[in-house]
Nanobody, 116 residues
Framework: QLKLVESGGGLVQPGGSLRLSCAASGVASDHYGVGWFRQAPGKEREPISCISSSGASTNYADSVKGRFTISRDNAKRTVYLQMNSLKPEDTAVYYC?????????WGQGTQVTVSS
């Protein structure tokens, strides 16, 4: 079993930055690919970024490309999402997901609100 805990959300002004963290505990986690998703009120949960188990490969949704950076530190069992140049439309609950052929786990989510 893998437990995931997100942190780092909060209220930020447009143009500001936040760094989200997703810390894993339990069974070994470094062979999992990881994705960040977000869900705004009244909308479907959408994928915004993912990273391979080694960290060598990353992908981004067009809506966040150039502003967000995903990274991971397998020694710390943590995946990060650096979010810069935040916009009001980035307001959502952000979730991390660890997935592999042996399991699929979600965190509880962290709220990000971008507002002046």
């Amino acid at each position: 079993q893998l437990k995931l805990v997100e942190s780092g959300g909060g209220l930020v002004q447009p143009g500001g930055s936040l760094r989200l963290s997703c810390a894993a505990s339990g069974v070994a986690s470094d062979h999992y690919g990881v994705g960040w998703f977000r869900q705004a009120p009244g909308k479907e949960r959408e994928p915004i970024s993912c990273i391979s188990s080694s960290g060598a490969s990353t992908n981004y949704a067009d809506s966040v490309k150039g502003r967000f950076t995903i990274s991971r530190d397998n020694a710390k069992r943590t995946v990060y999402l650096q979010m810069n140049s935040l916009k009001p439309e980035d307001t959502a609950v952000y979730y991390c997901r660890f997935a592999s052929f042996v399991g699929d786990y979600w965190g509880q989510g962290t709220q990000v609100t971008v507002s002046s």
